[in-house]
């Protein structure tokens, strides 16, 4: 079966950086385009950046335009979310999705009805 699995997460101090990774099970024929949520303690979920599936092309919340930044390594099936400047408002729980089908419209969407595949997620801690 077709799964993405997270990792990376952890307790970080406030100010430092994180790598999140998003890996496909199995390679898929074309790429597909996912999208970083993260759900902290007593709050929905929230869209925080996606990359398409057909320029790699991103796309970021305000929340954390800046400070963070996704790539994709096609080789090793896996998409990563590189985070800075990590401040309380940070910690979550984060989970990746997948969408497979083309793109359509001019950029990735962060509405969680338009993902197919979810992953397990991992935990984001902030703290001093």
């Known amino acids: 079966q077709l799964r993405f699995v997270e990792s990376g997460g952890g307790l970080v101090q406030p100010g430092g950086s994180l790598r999140l990774s998003c890996a496909q099970t199995e390679p898929t024929a074309e790429p597909v385009t996912i999208a970083w949520f993260r759900q902290a303690p007593g709050k929905g979920r929230e869209g925080i950046a996606c990359?398409?599936?057909?320029?790699?092309?991103?796309y970021f919340a305000d929340s954390v335009k800046g400070r963070f930044t996704l790539s994709r390594d096609n080789a090793k099936n896996t998409v990563s979310l590189q985070m800075s400047n990590l401040n309380a408002e940070d910690t979550a729980v984060y989970y990746c999705?997948?969408?497979?089908?083309?793109?359509?419209?001019?950029?990735?969407?962060?509405?969680?009805?338009?993902?197919?595949?979810w992953g397990q997620g991992t935990q984001v801690t902030v703290s001093s």
């Open positions: 999705a997948a969408d497979p089908r083309p793109l359509l419209f001019r950029q990735c969407v962060l509405r969680s009805d338009e993902y197919f595949y």
């Open positions: 990359i398409d599936n057909k320029d790699d092309g991103t």
